[in-house]
């Protein structure tokens, strides 16, 4: 069975700080990655995908891939407390349409 | 661009009463579309997806049924609530090939009563 799995937090850290989301996966046929935002109460954003090894970056947020290591990680640079939700982690294999999602990791970014 | 929507919002059904919830996508073709139902503090979890009209894949045996009666519309019923059924149901779409994630919808919180 395919697993994600994200600490669920929360996490929480000073604004400004650099937050650092991490998921592991089983699946070593995994190649697609995806990370999406939730607010309490609203549906999933989409925020980041990345395929490759190595580092993604979209703004405040860089995606990293290790797949050897089979782990992807979501850092967010000078966090705000609107970052404040709770971000999931999906994988999916290859050929595959269809994502295994973590439970995700609650993070809370204090004034 | 893509858009999707979802309705209602929010629903409160007695136990034993019908359910219809209903998703459509404008602004693309032949999408896949997904219902995904996230229980409190639980994780996201697939109940039914569809590459196409007609073509429904349950993920899990339960109360529930999906229909695709037009590419672009995806309808969520069941004929009887439980009161496990409730939940934040969530529509989603993709490309065919899901590369580039999912779309969500706004949800629907049901709560079965």
């Known amino acids: 069975q395919k697993e994600v799995e994200q600490n669920s937090g929360p996490l929480s850290v000073p604004e400004g700080a650099i937050a650092s989301l991490n998921c592991t996966y089983s699946?070593?046929?995994?190649?697609?990655f995806f990370w999406y935002r939730q607010y309490s109460g609203k549906s999933p954003e989409l925020i980041m995908f990345?395929?490759?090894?190595g580092d993604k970056e979209d703004g405040r947020f860089t995606a990293q891939l290790n797949k050897a290591s089979q782990y992807v990680s979501l850092l967010i640079r000078d966090s705000q407390p609107s970052d404040s939700a709770t971000y999931l982690c999906?994988?999916?294999?290859?050929?595959?349409?269809?994502?295994?999602f973590g439970r995700g990791t609650s993070l809370i970014v204090h004034p | 661009s893509q858009t999707i929507h979802q309705w209602p919002a929010t629903l409160v059904q007695p136990v034993g009463s019908p359910l219809s919830l209903e998703c459509t996508v404008e602004?693309?073709?032949?999408?896949?579309l997904y219902w995904y139902r996230q229980a409190a503090g639980r994780g996201l979890q697939l109940l039914f997806y569809?590459?196409?009209?007609?073509?429904i894949s349950s993920e899990v045996p339960q109360n529930l049924s999906a229909s695709r009666p037009q590419d672009r519309q995806f309808i969520l019923s069941s004929k009887k609530l439980l009161l496990s059924d409730s939940g934040f149901y969530l529509c989603?779409?993709?490309?065919?090939?899901?590369?580039?994630?999912?779309?969500f919808g706004s949800g629907t919180r049901l709560t079965v009563v």
């Open positions: 989603a779409w993709s490309t065919p090939g899901g590369t580039y994630g999912y779309t």
């Open positions: 699946d070593r046929g995994s190649q697609s």
């Open positions: 990345i395929y490759s090894n």
């Open positions: 999906a994988v999916a294999s290859g050929g595959s349409y269809i994502p295994t």
């Open positions: 602004g693309t073709s032949n999408p896949n």
């Open positions: 569809s590459v196409g009209i007609g073509q």
